[in-house]
Every structure is written in C-alpha cells, then in structure tokens.
C-alpha cells in the first residue's frame, strides 16, 4: 500500500509525474534497479510524541500463543537502504553511501571506526525472536579495512552482540579485500526481544573501518501450527470518541473495541496493534492506551506497537466479548501518513485495532516503513471527532458535521466492513464531484496546490474508481476522500475510502485500486505484499490501458531467494529490490497469466475472485487454485517460472 517509493511512484518530489509514468515501465535489471532505489532514499526520521503510560515493558517478547513458529526475518532495514530507522546510531553517519567503502549490495552501508584515533562506534536494533522456532540464525558481510601493519596484535576490534551475550569479535587482523559473510546462531534468544549490536573500537593511531552490510536474523523450524486456521477474533465493531487540540496534532478520547470468537480454541487474551508507535519511542509514545477495561493490560511487545489484554475468562467459540481504553494520539511533525505537514494532518493507523490469529498463532509483525504490516479484519467503525471549526476533517466513512461548543464542530463518520479508519485535519481546499456511475468523490488539497491540479486529480479519481469498479465489483464504501500533498516522500497511501496522493495521475489511480485489493479483497500484508501491490499495479495498468507488452524481457533475479511472493521480512533485508520485484515483476506476472487464460478468461477470473473474497482475506494459495481452475493448462511451470510459491 505504501504507494511509492515502493509503489514505484516517486522516487523525488522533483520529478513526480516522471517518475509516476515510470512505475508502469518494463521492469529494470537488478543493477539499475538498485542504484535508483539508493538515489532515491529518503526515509523520514523517527518522531516522538507524549506517553501517559507508566514504565512499559518494551522489552517483552512478541508472543505468539500457539507453540508454533512462521520462518521469518527479522531484522528491519538489514539493508541500510531504507534511511537509519529502526538502527540506533552512536553518532550520525555510520549509516551511509559515501565515497572511500563501498556496499555489499544496494548504495548504502553501515561504516564504523576508520578514524585513526581512540574511538568507539556502536551500530543497534531491537528485535523480536519468534517463540516456538528451533533456528534463529544472525546473518551480515563484514568487510575490514585496515592501516595496521601487524599480522599478530589486535589493535582495533569489532564485537557482535546480542543483548548482553558478546557472539563474536572480529579483528584488523581480519582484513579482506571484499566482504566475507558472518553466520552465528542465536536460537538460545528465541521468545526474547533483544538488541542486536556492533560495537567498533579503535586504539590510538592506524586506521581500521568495519563495514557491515546485508544483516539478517532468519527463524526456521519448531513445531506445527494448530491445526484451527479460523481467523479470529471476528467481526469487529469499534466505537471512538475523539477530541483535538486547536491544530489537530492532538487526539483524546475513549475506544471500544467489540468481537466474537470465531474458531473453536477458545480465546484467553486479545492483542492491539499500536502502529504509529514506530514513529517514536517506547519512552515517548504517540500512541497511548490507558485505563483498560473489559480485560488486564500486559506488556508492551514489538517495539511497543503490540499490546497484550488477557481477557477476564476465556472466551469460547461464538462468544463476544467488549474492551475499552483511554486514548491519547500525538500527531508527528512530518509530511507522512502518519504526520502533519505543517498544518495539515494526517492520522492513518492510529486507532489501535485488533491483531489476527490463525492457524500459526497471533500476527505480531513488526511495522514496516518500506511497506506495509497491516492485516486486519473486515470492522466496523463508528467514530465521532470533535475538533475546531476552522479545521476541515475529512476520514474513512461517510461523515455528517454537527456544530459543537463555541468554534468546534463535531465530525461523525460511520464505515462498515472496513479494515482501517484514517482522518486528515486541516485547512483544506475542497472541491467535490460525481464520478459517471454515482459515486461521490472529495479532493482536499493542501497549501501550494493549484486549482488546475486539484480540477486534475477529481477528473482522474472519478474515472479510475469507475474503471476499477466495472473490472472487479461495486465500489461499496459511499464517498473517497483524498489528500492531496506533493511533499510525500512516500508519493501516496491508501485506506479505505480514503487515500493519500501526490499530483500524479497514476499515483492517484494506483491508491484508489487499492479500495479492491487490501481493502475489499483484504490480505496479510507483511507475509504476502504482492496481494496488493501487484494486483494493484496490474489493476492501474489495465485503467491507463497499458498491457505490460515485453515487461516480463527485462526482468534480472538477485539471488535463488528473491521470489514475487517473498515477505516483507526479505524485503526490509532487500529494500532495494522491493518495489522492482513486487511492483514490477508481479504485475508483469499477472499480464503473462492474462495472455496466457486469454483477456476474458484473466477478467472473469479477477472478478470471480473479488467477488468470492469480498471482505474477506485473499492467500496466495487461494488465487494460484482459482487460476488453475479458469485455464486448460496445467500452471505449475508458469508459478515456477515467475517465482510465485505459496
């Protein structure tokens, strides 16, 4: 969903609508792939907000209740191509492209020491080790640089640790001219949240540079998943009362969140998902949950963006059950999807929601800024939004303004059978319209966008949600707002019935065809991204009347590894390669399977398939049986040619 860079939309506020056409280009060999992805990299530093919570425990383990492991990787950003987060650095810079080193892979790289002094530099990152797995593994490349002369003494050092355990030091006696892979094995830390670090050291004079690139911690093994795949818990009703401070960069107010347990194993506890807290700290939250009723708050997990409420008896199969909070959100300076740019707001994946388990247990994934980590239910949400009247609010849902007390205005805005709920404040420009088929669409647009631009981006919203909708079903969520920004590093985002957007006609037609694949035909987007994204370009390709002709000739694999159907795991260890692969490659996947079902097949296909998962949740599996069934030839060799397992 992150749409661009990873929908491939912009890599630089210089050259948008460049670079928007772009997207739909034949995929890159992997070379210049990954030299425009390291050109391009501009991932936002970290925010922090206000914490009401007392002394969280952020240092538990990311749980999961059946004994059960999903191989994973869980270093975030292993690559250094997604910008510093979530790394801690002991001085700014060690995460870098400039010139004298050089990357294992990709433009960017982690360079400690190589000052020539008594020095210290120390590189970390919090990580969560899956419970029930057998094998953790730490992977990097090290590459040692050296000016010591010695072939005996250990002048400057680099360690390897993780939490307090040192795994191994490495030496200038370990001077190579290239990089050397490093594998340690660190299963004794599964179930534990821990950090991993290096920590160079340099003694007085004679320079050593330790570069370290491509870190990874790969989880395998432990025991079978349960087998009641049901996921749970279900149908979700969510009530929120929020109220804003005067520029809307602050939210307060209570939630509920009501469920029913759909699977046969009963439920003893409940997760939230705390998103936004990526953008800050375990110290200084943006999001806080407090005064938990309806269960008992445990710990904080996943760097604090997953909350544990046991529940006060367990709750059987078809059995609800209602939990509610205080909540308090602070709104991040930055032109984000979760930040203010300026004066304008945007408030996506703030309310905390409820995580999914299934047949491998709870979903606890870390947040991704490459992408995304959301996988969520079909919900409903009822959120009321008291705030000034000056500021405009447009959200998820269909909204109806009431005045409030002196100056405010009290925005309510129902959605049912949605996923997410997002909100912008601000003192938008709106201009409203129709589309053909009688949808109403809303354009908010921030300071510095023209007239034209906005009369544009309502011209291209009302002829892609209709084109969209004629492919794969009705447009079900009454009204689509969008923000319209040109300083989003990320190009766009899409919730439902609401998107985020630059002033791209492709960009914009991109977010709104993501209303079908994530939001009506919903997947888990951390283990399975090319649901959406691919899907979701295949889809804006077939609106702007593009039909990937020889898409598929330029495609160039980095490693056996790479696979369309990769998580988001290998893909933080790999951001380079994201959105060639996921985007490009996975999109030109699907215009191969349409030539090879015919066009009317490919389109009856598509929309059968919307159709049956409507609401509901789409699996590779799932897709790869409904092709087979729509083609008279056996597909097995196609999914091994296109990498697409599952």
């Known amino acids: 969903m992150r749409a661009t860079p990873h929908k491939a939309f912009a890599a630089t506020m210089t050259a948008v609508a460049a670079l928007a056409t772009a997207a739909l280009l034949p995929a890159v060999p992997a070379a210049a792939s990954s030299a425009a992805a390291g050109s391009a990299r501009t991932a936002p530093a970290a925010q922090s907000g206000t914490s009401a919570r007392t002394a969280p425990a952020h ?98 050092t680099l360690t390897a640790k993780i939490g307090s355990t040192t795994l191994a030091t490495y030496s200038n006696l370990d001077k190579n001219t290239g990089y050397v892979q490093k594998s340690i094995d660190v299963s004794a830390f599964a179930g534990q949240t821990v950090t991993v670090a290096f920590t160079g050291s340099e003694d007085s004079s004679l320079q050593t540079s330790f570069v370290v690139d491509d870190v990874a911690l790969d989880t395998s093994g432990g025991t079978v998943p349960p087998a009641d795949s049901t996921r749970t818990p279900a149908t979700p009703s969510y009530t929120v009362n929020l109220s804003s401070d005067a520029n809307g960069f602050v939210w307060t107010g209570h939630e509920t969140a009501s469920f029913t347990n759909a699977a046969a194993t009963p439920l003893n506890e409940v997760y939230l998902r705390l998103w936004d807290n990526y953008h800050g700290t375990c110290q200084a939250m943006p999001i806080n949950v407090t005064n938990v009723t309806g269960g008992t708050a445990g710990a904080l997990s996943v760097a604090c963006t997953a909350l544990k409420i046991t529940l006060p008896a367990p709750l059987n199969q078809g059995q609800s059950a209602t939990i509610g909070f205080d909540l308090a959100i602070t709104v991040p300076s930055g032109a984000d ?95 409203s319209g129709t589309s053909a088929a009688g949808t109403p669409i809303n ?105 990937g002709t020889n898409c598929w000739n330029s495609v160039s694999w980095a490693s056996s590894a790479e696979k369309i159907t990769n998580s988001m795991a290998y893909w933080d260890a790999n951001s380079s390669r994201y959105s060639t692969v996921v985007y490009g490659y996975g999109k030109c996947a699907l215009h191969d399977l349409r030539r090879q079902l015919g066009d009317t097949a490919m389109a009856k296909l598509l929309k059968d398939y919307a159709t049956s998962h409507w609401y509901g949740v789409s699996t590779t599996a799932e897709f790869k049986a409904a092709a087979q069934a729509a083609s008279s030839t056996d597909l097995t060799s196609f999914w091994t040619q296109h990498r697409i397992e599952g």
Not at 79 to 88: A, K, L, N, R
Request: charge should be negative.
């Open 59 to 156: 240092q538990a383990a990311a749980p999961r209740t059946a004994a059960a492991c999903t191989p994973a990787q869980v270093v975030a950003n292993g690559g250094f191509e997604g910008g510093t987060s979530p790394w801690s650095q002991s001085q700014t810079g060690l995460i870098t492209n400039r010139t004298g080193q050089s990357a294992h892979a990709g433009g960017y790289f982690a360079w400690l020491n190589g000052v020539g002094s008594t020095h210290t530099d120390t590189l970390s990152q919090s990580v969560t080790i899956p419970s029930g797995c057998s094998t953790a593994t730490l992977t990097f490349w090290l590459h040692v640089d050296t000016a010591e002369r010695t072939t005996s003494v250990k002048y400057d």
């Open 443 to 547: 354009i908010y647009s921030v300071s510095g966008i023209s007239a034209s631009d906005a009369q544009s981006m309502l011209s291209t919203a009302k002829t892609a949600i209709d084109a969209h909708a004629a492919r794969f079903g009705a447009y079900p969520y009454g009204e689509l707002d969008a923000i319209i920004d040109n300083n989003y590093w990320f190009g766009g985002m899409e919730y439902p019935g609401f998107v985020l957007d630059l002033v791209s006609t492709t960009a914009l037609t991109h977010e709104i065809g993501h209303q079908w694949f994530y939001g009506i035909v919903g997947d888990d987007e951390y283990t399975s991204p090319w649901l959406d994204e691919a899907f979701t370009d295949y889809a804006t390709d077939l609106a702007l009347g593009k039909t």
């Open 337 to 431: 999807r979760f930040g203010h740019d300026g004066a304008f707001s945007n408030v996506g994946n703030a309310l905390p929601v409820l995580a999914v388990r299934d047949g491998a247990g709870w979903h606890l994934d870390p947040y991704t800024n490459n992408g995304e980590s959301f996988y969520s239910l079909a919900s409903d949400f009822d959120v009321t939004l008291d705030h000034p009247t000056n500021l405009m609010v447009p959200a998820t849902g269909t909204s109806v303004d009431t005045p409030g007390t002196s100056g405010r205005t009290v925005t309510r805005a129902t959605a049912a059978k949605v996923r997410d709920f997002a909100w912008g404040a601000g003192p938008f420009s709106k201009i």
